[in-house]
C-alpha cells in the first residue's frame, strides 16, 4: 500500500514569497490533516478535511494561509505571503474510521525555510 | 482550548534502563494515541486507547489510559538503541481535532 505523498521534499523562499506544498493521501482515506511542526515542537493542527468539505481550521493563520481539497483527495496548503516564523516542517496525514487502529498515517513532510 | 502536556521534555538512559513518559490532558479525552518519531523523521503511529483504564502492550512498550481518561503513559521496559526518537502523545475530545503534545525525546546511551 503506497504511503501519504507529500511535494516538495524541501523548500527554501524569501519573506513575502509564496510557496505550496501539495498531499496525496492514501486511497480511500477520506481525511486529511495539515500539520505544521517547528523544530522541537509536537505537531499542530492546521487544517482538517472530511472528503472536500473543512472539519476544523480554527488554528489555521486565515490572513496568509489557505487550503484547498478540491476533489476530495488530492490537497494543497498555501502560504501567501510568508513569514520567517512559517519555517518549519509541513506534515500531511491521512486516516480512515474504517481502519480500525484508529492512527494517522504522515507523509514524510516538507521542510520549509523562510530566509 | 484542548491542551496535552508531556513530560519530562527530554530523557537520557543507559541501554537497558527503563524509560517512561507522561501525558496529561486539561479535559477528558475520547482517545488518546501515541507516535514515535525518529530524527529527521515523521511522526509513525504506535496505538490508540479508548477506554477507561486500558492497558496495551506491545513487546517492551506499554500503554495505559487513566480512569478519568485524562492521562496517559508510555512504559518501555529494557530501553534499546532502536528506541531512540521522540515520543508524542495526542489527545481528541471528539474524535476529531487530535492535539498533540509537545513529545519527549529519548536518547539511549550504548
Known amino acids: 500500500e503506497a504511503g501519504v505523498a507529500q511535494s516538495p521534499r524541501y523548500k527554501i523562499i524569501e519573506k513575502r514569497q509564496s510557496v505550496a506544498f501539495w498531499c496525496n493521501p492514501i486511497?480511500?482515506?477520506?481525511?486529511l490533516y495539515w500539520y505544521q511542526q517547528i523544530l522541537g515542537q509536537g505537531p499542530k493542527l492546521l487544517i482538517q478535511?472530511?472528503?472536500?468539505?473543512?472539519?476544523?481550521d480554527s488554528q489555521l493563520p486565515k490572513d496568509r494561509f489557505s487550503a484547498e481539497r478540491l476533489k476530495g483527495v488530492d490537497s494543497t496548503l498555501k502560504i501567501q505571503p510568508a513569514k520567517l516564523e512559517d519555517s518549519a516542517v509541513y506534515l500531511c496525514?491521512?486516516?480512515?474510521?474504517?481502519?480500525?487502529?484508529?492512527?494517522?498515517?504522515f507523509g514524510s513532510g516538507t521542510r520549509l525555510t523562510v530566509v | 482550548g484542548q491542551q496535552v502536556m508531556q513530560i519530562p521534555q527530554y530523557q537520557h538512559v543507559q541501554e537497558g534502563e527503563d524509560f517512561t513518559t507522561y501525558c496529561n490532558s486539561s479535559?477528558?479525552?475520547?482517545?488518546i494515541q501515541w507516535y514515535k518519531q525518529r530524527p529527521g523523521g515523521h511522526p509513525v503511529f504506535l496505538i490508540q486507547?479508548?477506554?477507561?483504564?486500558e492497558v496495551k502492550k506491545q513487546k517492551r512498550l506499554t500503554f495505559q489510559f487513566g480512569e478519568a481518561k485524562k492521562n496517559s503513559s508510555l512504559h518501555i521496559t529494557a530501553t534499546q538503541t532502536t528506541d531512540v526518537g521522540t515520543y508524542f502523545c495526542?489527545?481528541?475530545?471528539?474524535?476529531?481535532?487530535?492535539?498533540f503534545g509537545a513529545g519527549t525525546r529519548l536518547t539511549v546511551k550504548p
Open positions: 486507547l479508548v477506554k477507561s483504564g
Open positions: 479535559t477528558t479525552l475520547s482517545n
Open positions: 478535511f472530511q472528503n472536500n468539505g473543512v472539519v476544523d
Open positions: 496525514a491521512s486516516s480512515s474510521p474504517s481502519e480500525g487502529q484508529g492512527g494517522y498515517t
Open positions: 495526542a489527545g481528541s475530545r471528539n474524535n476529531n481535532d487530535m492535539r
Open positions: 486511497s480511500g482515506h477520506a481525511t
